[in-house]
T-cell receptor
């Protein structure tokens, strides 16, 4: 993922609209991808994950899409709520079965939900 | 963050001081990890432990040591703190057979 340093990209969304958060990952050999939500002052919270043999996976109000051709991952949040305001991180893993299971994180996107 | 505790929550150190950050779990997970998060950035792996008694370096291990003496606890030690180590430190867990990692609440460390 890209490291955007101190200036996080920000997505402003109207409450009730759908949100799409994008992530460009770095390694074409990555086999596992995961999205985390981080609220201010808290640790990252697992949202959803996907293996490279899939191109779509759905959870509760969230969908992850994977496009391996262009190394792109997206997280869609349906009917965005004020509680969805947070920073969202994608992470990739080349070999999730390995004992270390090392995740490489992207720089994050801040989502602001407007009432 | 249920099941993962980190102590302390906040710490201020002077350059050259040492300290140990503690992580404890009650989830019986095998793998444990230490990450640092700098302002406005993603997390970077410092060290990890695939199982009790084993540790390995991550992306940014310099200036740190770790200890995994039992399954429940994984500690991170700064022997001689530097201002560049000012960060928020997160411990994470992974259950055998699953790929997602679960994070603790973090320790905010400032080195002056």
């Amino acid at each position: 993922g890209e490291n955007v340093g101190l200036h996080l990209p920000t997505l402003s969304v109207q409450e009730g609209d759908n949100s799409i958060i994008n992530c460009a990952y770095s390694n074409s050999a990555s086999d596992y991808f995961i999205w985390y939500k981080q609220e201010s002052g808290k640790g990252p919270q697992f949202i959803i994950d996907i293996r490279s043999n899939m191109d779509k996976r759905q959870g509760q109000r969230v969908t992850v899409l994977l496009n391996k051709t262009v190394k792109h991952l997206s997280l869609q949040i349906a009917a965005t709520q004020p509680g969805d305001s947070a920073v969202y991180f994608c992470a990739e893993n080349i070999n999730p079965e390995a004992a270390g299971n090392k995740l490489t994180f992207g720089g994050g996107t801040r989502v602001l939900v407007k009432p | 963050n249920a099941g993962v505790t980190q102590t302390p929550k906040f710490q201020v150190l002077k350059t050259g001081q040492s300290m140990t950050l503690q992580c404890a779990q009650d989830m019986n997970h095998n793998s444990m990890y230490w990450y640092r998060q700098d302002p406005g950035m993603g997390l970077r792996l410092i060290y990890y432990s695939a199982s009790e008694g084993t540790t390995d370096k991550g992306e940014v291990p310099n200036g740190y040591n770790v200890s995994r003496l039992n399954k429940r606890e994984f500690s991170l030690r700064l022997e001689s703190a530097a201002p560049s180590q000012t960060s928020v430190y997160f411990c994470a867990l992974r259950q055998r057979g699953r790929y997602e990692q679960y994070f603790g609440p973090g320790t905010r460390l400032t080195v002056t």
